[in-house]
Structures are given as C-alpha cells and as structure tokens.
T-cell receptor, first 114, second 115 residues
Framework: AQTVTQSQPEMSVQEAETVTLSCTYDTSESDYYLFWYKQPPSRQMILVIRQEAYKQQNATENRFSVNFQKAAKSFSLKISDSQLGDAAMYFCASAYNQGGKLIFGQGTELSVKP | DGGITQSPKYLFRKEGQNVTLSCEQNLNHDAMYWYRQDPGQGLRLIYYSQIVNDFQKGDIAEGYSVSREKKESFPLTVTSAQKNPTAFYLC??????????????FGPGTRLTVT
C-alpha cells in the first residue's frame, strides 16, 4: 500500500524567513506524481506545486520549491520569503496511474509570525 | 467562472437519516472524487468516478453511496450505516482519466454535523 507521512504536525516561521516542510512516502510503483496542497482557513484546497517522479529536476513555483530525493522517498517543500498569507495547513500527496486518486499525508499546520 | 460548487456549506442532520451532498463542476472534467477530512488527519478517498455511469470505491466507502448520471454532477449520499458521519467533505475533479499527474481541483467543501 502506498503511504504518505508528514512528521511535523505544526511549524512556525518568521515573516520573510525560509521554512521547510517534510514529507516522506512509500511506494513500489515506478511512475508516480507528488504534490503539495495548501489549505488556508477558508478550507479551500489549492495546489502549490507538482513533481513528476521521472524528472530529476526539482520543481519550483515562485517562492515555493521542492527537494525531491527519490532514493530516500523524500519530498520536502521549501517556502522562501514567507508571507502572512502562507499561513495554512499544508498537505503532501502522491498519485499513481490508477485513476489519479490522491493519497494524502496528515498535514502540517504552518503559522507565520509578523 | 469555471469551478466546482458544493452545497450546502453547512449541513445538520439527525442520526439515522440519509443525507445527500451536492457536487457540480463546469470544468468539463472527466474524473470526480469525494474525500472526507477529519481533524488531525489528511483527506481520505471515499469514491471516485472516471466516466459517466461508472464509479469505484475508495479507501473508506462503507456507509456512503454515489451516482454519476451526468458528467457535471457527482452527488454523495451519507447513509445511516455510516458510523461516524460528522466530518468535512470535499469534492474534486480532474481533467483526465487513469493518469495520476493531473491536478485535482477542489470545491469549497461541506461541513456535515450529525447529532
């Protein structure tokens, strides 16, 4: 069974600083995709960043980047120049070519201090 | 504006009653999904559908039922057989079938409280 684990229930960062959220996953599949979703207090899920497992290059979206370590099955999210609007619950998720269903981690609640 | 709508935002029911949660999308997406979110946990898949008139059970399908009569609509019924129905329910859709790399777009969710 595929699993996704986020070992940090809560994280805190000072505004303008950098924070890294951890995620590990377990799979026997060779073709899969990894995602980070953000869920702000409105509870609307928003895609932050996507990584294809066959790509060695780490994905980047503006202030958000990932450190994808395929051998270690690790997929961390780095947020640079943190802003107050980044405060949210962040979920790591994986998907496989079996209907596209997502498997989610437990989430990390990020707070940003002014 | 294209998107996914879920109604109502808050729903209250008495124990023993069936209740249906609505999910509509105008994104022309093939696949639709229902997830359940409990405090301190990630989202768990209830049911998903890749095409009209076809759907598959997810990880926690017991006590739930769905239908997919139209591409745009994927209603979820929480039956009286569901032991702990109080939760936040999220509907999502994506553009392609049988592929894992496509972004899922989520609705705003429905908070169901059963007393």
């Amino acid at each position: 069974a595929q699993t996704v684990t986020q070992s940090q229930p809560e994280m805190s960062v000072q505004e303008a600083e950098t924070v890294t959220l951890s995620c590990t996953y377990d799979t026997s599949e060779s073709d899969y995709y990894l995602f980070w979703y953000k869920q702000p207090p409105s509870r609307q899920m928003i895609l932050v960043i996507r990584q294809e497992a066959y790509k060695q290059q780490n994905a980047t979206e503006n202030r958000f980047s990932v450190n994808f370590q395929k051998a270690a099955k690790s997929f961390s999210l780095k947020i640079s120049d943190s802003q107050l609007g980044d405060a949210a619950m962040y979920f790591c998720a994986s998907a496989y070519n079996q209907g596209g269903k997502l498997i989610f981690g437990q989430g990390t609640e990020l707070s940003v201090k002014p | 504006d294209g998107g996914i709508t879920q109604s109502p935002k808050y729903l209250f029911r008495k124990e023993g009653q069936n209740v249906t949660l609505s999910c509509e999308q105008n994104l022309n997406h093939d696949a639709m999904y229902w997830y359940r979110q409990d405090p301190g946990q990630g989202l768990r898949l209830i049911y998903y559908s890749q095409i009209v008139n076809d759907f598959q059970k997810g990880d926690i399908a017991e006590g739930y039922s769905v239908s997919r009569e139209k591409k745009e609509s994927f209603p979820l019924t929480v039956t009286s057989a569901q032991k702990n129905p109080t939760a936040f329910y999220l509907c999502a859709s994506s553009i392609a079938r049988r592929t894992g790399g496509n972004e899922q777009y989520f609705g705003p969710g429905t908070r169901l409280t059963v007393t």
